[in-house]
């Protein structure tokens, strides 16, 4: 006895198969840019590595410091030196309590 196949069976498999598979469009390729334009341009502006923090000012004590050019700040630090320092003081710091 022979077989054969019905076109049901047969549009069964295509339309499984067309599920597999991405549709080609017309005019477009794998390069295409389908990214909305104004996005695109966003992220093609962006640095590789960037990252969004942005200090706009830095302050000690209620002073404002200066960020330079490289974004880099100088604190300045006021030196004490351990006979300079109370006994007080010397207690704060290994305690993790003190505050200049």
Known sequence: MAKHVTLAQIDKVWKAAKNLFVVKEEGKGLSTNDFDNDAKAKLTGVAEGAEKNLINSIKVNGVVLTID????????????????ASDEDIDAVLNGTFKA
Not at 69 to 84: C, F, I, N, Q, Y
Request: charged share 40%; glycine share 6%; hydrophobic share 40%.
């Open 69 to 84: 050019e490289t974004g880099a700040v100088d604190v300045p630090v006021e030196k004490v030196t351990v006979e300079e």
